[in-house]
T-cell receptor, first 113, second 114 residues
Framework: DTEVTQTPKHLVMGMTNKKSLKCEQHMGHRAMYWYKQKAKKPPELMFVYSYEKLSINESVPSRFSPECPNSSLLNLHLHALQPEDSALYLC????????????FGQGTRLTVV | AQSVTQLDSQVPVFEEAPVELRCNYSSSVSVYLFWYVQYPNQGLQLLLKYLSGSTLVKGINGFEAEFNKSQTSFHLRKPSVHISDTAEYFCAVILRSNDYKLSFGAGTTVTVRA
């Protein structure tokens, strides 16, 4: 199994809503990532978890709150988002060692209205 | 500091013609280099990677890339493209001193026409 599974595939939420994005992998990878990708742009790193601990936060606004309940799961909790937060949110995982391949999920297309 | 520059934002190409996508990086330390492909409405898929060793790297779907340290380049090539190669291609780099941060170039849109 070389898949990273993200749910939901599409999400529309209002600015006052609270929602969560979910990501799951069963490859035994110990590093997991959240990226944000706007249309026609490369992915931008948001968070990195290493061995279930947050190791990198790229100065992401607090309305985005990551959580890593166990080594297979990664969540991104969303609250009070703005329309400009609309984007494709990609989850990825890697073995954790330097230079190893990152496997990406299909992404969640988020629209904030 | 590091950066990845993809020199072509769009590359139109006819089916069965060769294609080259150019990527340059700027770093004073050793790097790991990657090419990813993103098909419409999909996530990213790794085409190939350079970690060390042979400078010519072969990947999936007939793609290959050559690491040139003196020119700090990692250009991607395919001798004969198919319609199905229409996608966005991203060059990416990891600094050996900064293990988890995969930095992407701006991307190159490849459009294959019949």
């Amino acid at each position: 199994d070389t898949e990273v599974t993200q749910t939901p595939k599409h999400l529309v939420m209002g600015m006052t809503n609270k929602k969560s994005l979910k990501c799951e992998q069963h490859m035994g990878h110990r590093a997991m990532y959240w990226y944000k990708q706007k249309a026609k742009k490369p992915p931008e790193l948001m968070f990195v978890y290493s061995y279930e601990k947050l190791s990198i936060n790229e100065s992401v606004p607090s309305r985005f709150s990551p959580e890593c309940p166990n080594s297979s799961l990664l969540n991104l909790h969303l609250h009070a988002l703005q329309p400009e937060d609309s984007a494709l949110y990609l989850c990825a995982s890697s073995q954790g060692a330097l230079g190893t391949e990152a496997f990406f999920g299909q992404g969640t297309r988020l629209t904030v209205v | 500091a590091q950066s990845v520059t993809q020199l072509d934002s769009q590359v139109p190409v006819f089916e069965e013609a060769p294609v080259e996508l150019r990527c340059n990086y700027s770093s004073s330390v050793s790097v790991y280099l990657f090419w990813y492909v993103q098909y419409p409405n999909q996530g990213l898929q790794l085409l190939l990677k350079y970690l060390s060793g042979s400078t010519l790297v072969k990947g999936i779907n007939g793609f290959e890339a050559e690491f040139n340290k003196s020119q700090t380049s990692f250009h991607l090539r395919k001798p004969s493209v198919h319609i199905s190669d229409t996608a966005e291609y991203f060059c990416a780099v990891i600094l050996r001193s900064n293990d988890y941060k995969l930095s992407f170039g701006a991307g190159t849109t490849v459009t294959v026409r019949a």
